[in-house]
């Protein structure tokens, strides 16, 4: 099965290019560079073998979307049927969740975490929590069944470190660092990086710890997102770090389909 995966986050759109189930690649890209997201969407559809019956020269893949913002869909929608001659099948509408909802409004839950959820489980098989951080920072809970119980949403470094410098006089904007020395900052800058840093490191383990005693066993806890390279390692109380997770969900999701299908 030959699939291109595209995770539409609220900064960048990540693309994923898996021939014969095997990853190939994964490159990101902002969701504002229209011509650099056509490019990449041609240079990877371009590898997708073309199918052995087709008298057309049709490729034999497909281009399955998990996307938290509908502009950017419709970009990459009009990109695939203009330069690709293909259609977007997009998780939540034409490809069902993975997984078991327990939450009060399962179709307003980001398919970005569904999908990572459900990779999660697909592997740990036990209850998981899956932690996300990019733009908006997810934590999310699979119980030991398989049921996806809900999270947590809480503003991801950027978001912030703007909020800080945009409602107050003197706080400068900031690009939240890892602490080379102290766990203080011996200037302003300093000091906001440190406290971001350390109180998103606090929150994860405040929250994991708080889901642990509601389901009254220690699950699997897994680190991914654009920032999770960035404070993983003073994570130790995170299991795994998976880089890319929704993009591998994303093919996961359209093979539970499939299987399902036929």
């Not at 934590?139 to 069944?145: A, G, S, T, W």
Request: charged share 20%.
């Amino acid at each position: 099965m030959n699939i291109i995966a595209i995770d539409i986050g609220n900064t960048n759109i990540t693309v994923g290019l898996f021939l014969e189930d095997t990853e190939e690649s994964i490159e990101s890209a902002p969701g504002t560079d229209s011509e650099k997201l056509s490019q990449m969407l041609q240079s990877v559809w371009a590898k997708v073998p073309v199918a052995k019956s087709s008298k057309q020269n049709r490729r034999e893949g497909v281009i399955v979307v998990s996307s938290v913002k509908p502009a950017w869909t419709s970009l990459i929608e009009q990109i695939a049927r203009e330069k690709l001659g293909e259609k977007i099948h997009v998780i939540g509408k034409d490809i069902p969740l993975p997984i078991t909802m327990w939450v009060d409004e399962p179709d307003k839950v980001g398919t970005d975490r569904v999908v990572s959820a459900a990779a999660a489980y697909a592997v740990v098989e036990d209850a998981v929590v899956v932690a996300d951080l990019g733009t908006a920072v997810t934590i999310d809970l699979v119980d030991q069944n398989g049921i996806f119980q809900g999270g947590v949403i809480l503003p991801g470094f950027e978001i912030s470190a703007k909020a800080l410098h945009e409602n107050t006089a003197q706080l400068p904007a900031t690009k939240v660092t890892r602490p080379a020395a102290t766990p203080y900052g011996k200037n302003t800058a300093d000091a906001i990086s440190c406290g971001l840093y350390y109180s998103l490191i606090g929150a994860l383990q405040e929250i994991v710890r708080r889901y642990a005693e509601q389901i009254g066993r220690w699950p699997q806890t897994i680190l991914t997102g654009s920032a999770a390279a960035l404070v993983k390692d003073d994570c130790q109380f995170m299991d795994s770090y998976v880089p890319n997770l929704v993009v591998k969900g994303i093919v996961l999701a359209y093979q539970k389909y499939i299987e399902e299908k036929g």
